[in-house]
């Protein structure tokens, strides 16, 4: 077994804001260091190193706005001016790399002054009314007012919008009204992402961001992560937001109103209430849930199993058209639970569309699952069920109104809320999360596996295949190879992993894939070549690697995100993000998962169930791939 990470690259800063960035620390070789003295204080730092870093190294607070520390430094907000002795003008303390010994002075009247007026001039180009504001409470804008004691507008205030509001997508809502130009979106969609839907158009008091020529978001390349929205600072980017006919639903006494719940919104949504990030509270929403009035609480972890069982059974068909029949597959296998990368791939390589498992999601398969199996089992009419989706994503909006999610006749997720949307009912609803009991979900997808947990990590589809793939080929329990079954070449928050694991042996073909195969002879002494991206700017890197006939073209099965740290990280979840927010996170997903009695996929007995049951041709079967798996459309990157 050997595994990999790929060495990363220089980020990539978008056209407005190249050559602004701080050149590295230590330029001078790794073990040169310079002496700062801030306000007083004397510390020793790399040579290069920010004020800022320097700064936070000291415990000092230097207020920032357009900086995050998930992208490209930009010095646009100047937020965070200091002085620095000698020089005559105010510096950024997140540009400004220090080479040589110098004095700071970060809270002089000088430097208080120029922040308040920074604020202040933020203030007059900035509608809207807090109280109405999504971002009421949760936005850095009005942290900073407080911080520096705005009491007027002194330079004025807008009294009417300027802007009119984009809801032009399914998932992301822009109102340029309440934006900042901190460019925070901009360099998350281009540096972050490398998407490139939205830049700075025009100059001067004129500038302004939006998609290419100024066309509505839902008509450009965008591909509905939301990563924009999880870096706004105020209220200028928020998404689609449909509570209300959820709450509407609930309140019709003649709908039967079911929502799932996906492991990274339970792993999170404890943020909104003051939890520090890694608190999971799965069995406390549950109670909250019904509480709020939905009349079924169903576990994403199920069809999270379903998924894996079907994809993982698509991928051995491929492998043994290719290897036995010797037919021309595409391969890889590419992973197709994640909206984002897959709106990616139909505009930027759609050539490739054929390498996408034609499984659904974890959340349309269960949508079509509850108006089929659920519906018919419960006597329940399909048109009376109104399926809600709590999810981490803001592109899940979007997956739920692809035209083709209706292969039950009906459409198979109605709404999709996120993190955000559904601590926001909860509340509404008179509830603290963190107080409830814990109750279980409810039959008869109450069942759930570890490895529908860790779908919401980076590497979790992929581990979470492997324990299945491998046992059911082998015959050889997965914690014989990997102790606890845990598969950690996959694991870890490097931007690509690639591993190859090797199939021990070939034991019989267990009976719920004797439909499609009646040996595993073509795969003894198999190697399997895997590998694992999370975000698009590194679903790049490999896309373009397998173009010139790289490494990843010779894998397998690839396991692609649009979240950088996979579902953990998603548009849908509590703001705000970090890389250490998403690890702690991460590991309450992990957490859960060793906590379970039952860890992989093929043996949740709900799964196996409606194999016997409903789906009784085994996974990749007629009624199975009718309900349960879909195509895609190639969408192209240039506007016709």
Known sequence: ????????????????????????????????????????????????????????????????????????????????????????????????????????????????????????????????????????????????????????????????????????????????????????????????????????????????????????????????????????????????????????????????????????????????????????????????????????????????????????????????????????????????????????????????????????????????????YYARTHHIPAEDIVTVALMPCSAKKFECNRPEMDASGFKDVDYGLTTRELAKMIRESGIRLPDMPKTGFDAPFGTATGSGVIFGATGGVMEAALRSVLELVSGVKVEDLFAHADIKPVRGFEGIRYAEIPIPEVGPVPAILADHFSSWEFLRGATLKVAVAHGTANAKKVMEDIKAGGLFSQCHFIEFMGCPGGCIGGGGQPIPTSPEIREARARAIYAEDSAYPIRKSHENPDVLRIYSEFLKEGPCGTRSHRLLHTHYTERGKYIE
Request: charge should be negative; include cysteine; aromatic fraction near 6%.
């Open 1 to 372: 077994m050997t595994e990999a990470t790929v060495s990363e690259r220089p980020r990539r800063a978008p056209a407005s804001q190249q050559n602004q960035n701080a050149p590295p620390p230590g330029p001078l070789g790794s073990e040169a260091e310079v002496a700062l003295t801030l306000d007083g204080q004397e510390v020793k730092v790399p040579v290069g190193t920010s004020i800022l870093e320097a700064a936070r190294k000291l415990g000092t607070h230097i207020p920032t706005l357009c900086h995050h520390p998930d992208l490209c430094v930009a010095g646009v907000c100047r937020i965070c001016s200091v002085e620095v002795e000698g020089l005559r003008a105010l510096q950024a303390a997140c540009t400004f790399p220090v080479t040589a010994p110098i004095q700071v002075r970060t809270h002089s009247k000088k430097v208080r002054l120029a922040r308040r007026h920074i604020v202040d001039l933020l203030l007059s180009d900035h509608y809207g009314d807090c109280y109405a504001c999504r971002r009421n409470n949760n936005c850095e804008l009005q942290d900073l007012a407080r911080e520096y004691g705005v009491d007027m507008f002194r330079f004025g205030h807008p009294e009417r919008p300027r802007h009119e509001i984009d809801g032009s997508s399914y998932s992301v809502v822009r109102d340029n009204n309440k934006c900042v130009m901190c460019r925070r979106c901009v360099r998350t969609c281009i540096d972050l992402q490398e998407v490139g839907a939205i830049e700075v158009l025009g100059r001067s008091d004129h500038s302004h961001i939006a998609p290419y020529l100024g066309k509505p978001l839902g008509d450009v390349v965008c591909i509905n992560c939301g990563q924009c929205i999880n870096r706004c600072p105020t209220g200028a980017l928020h998404a689609q937001d449909y509570t209300d006919e959820v709450w509407a639903a609930i309140d019709d006494p003649g709908k039967h109103v079911v929502i799932q719940t996906a492991p990274s919104p339970r792993a999170a949504i404890g943020e909104c209430f003051g939890l520090p990030a890694g608190h999971a509270l799965t069995f406390e929403l549950n109670t909250a849930l019904k509480r709020a009035g939905f009349d079924r609480v169903f576990d994403t972890n199920f069809t999270a199993d379903l998924t894996i069982l079907e994809e993982g059974t698509e991928l051995l068909i491929r492998l043994k058209k290719v290897l036995l029949q010797e037919e021309s597959v595409a391969l890889p296998q590419f992973t197709s639970c994640s909206p984002g990368w897959v709106k990616y791939l139909e505009h930027f390589y759609p050539e490739y569309i054929p390498n996408l498992s034609t499984a659904k999601s974890p959340q349309q398969m269960f949508g079509a699952i509850i108006k089929t």
